[in-house]
């Protein structure tokens, strides 16, 4: 090129104007910060975290000692409450056999020879009753008892003279009880 068009050039490039830009039109340029974390914070987080595991971890062997406490104790009165109803469904079997008996010593004929055996009956009913009373089976006592629907099924009622109201006046099947528990309620008539 010749001297005269580069120092033309040189001079338009001179007088032009000089385009400006606005910071916000600058592209961002993101600065790393490096953050600087103190040793002795991080330590003192951990240290807060472990504690807070640690106080979990206490709270689910307590809650889990109080489970496996409490099936125990489930356990155990499951256990007792098997040993002292043992024996009810052998009372339940006896009960009929000893009905049987009472029934047929009420209709003792007037012989020698039946006399007999209706005191062989006996002494076979009075033991029988005496194993269900050693294993916890006893009457239900209501002749002449006030009316209870805990123990007693009302069958009939009738009125009776000089007796009150909701009285047993009649036994027609003995009821029994195991302990503390019903094996069978007994069957009565009531007074109106």
Known sequence: MSKQKKNRN?????NE???TVE???LPAVEEEVEVVIDPLEQKENEIAALKEE???AKNDMARAYA???NMRKRLQKE???AKKYRFQSAALEFLPILDSMNLALTQVPESEEAKGFAKGFEMIRTQLESALLNEGVKEIDAQDKPFDHNTMQALMQEKVDGVD???VVEVLQKGYMLK???LRPALVKVSE
């Open 165 to 167: 109201s909701g009285i």
């Open 67 to 69: 489970d496996t406490d």
């Open 79 to 81: 256990t007792d409450m």
């Open 180 to 182: 503390d528990r019903i």
């Open 17 to 19: 104007p000089i385009e």
């Open 10 to 14: 040189e001079e338009i490039k001179e």
């Open 54 to 56: 640690l106080n979990k």
């Open 23 to 25: 910071d916000d039109e």
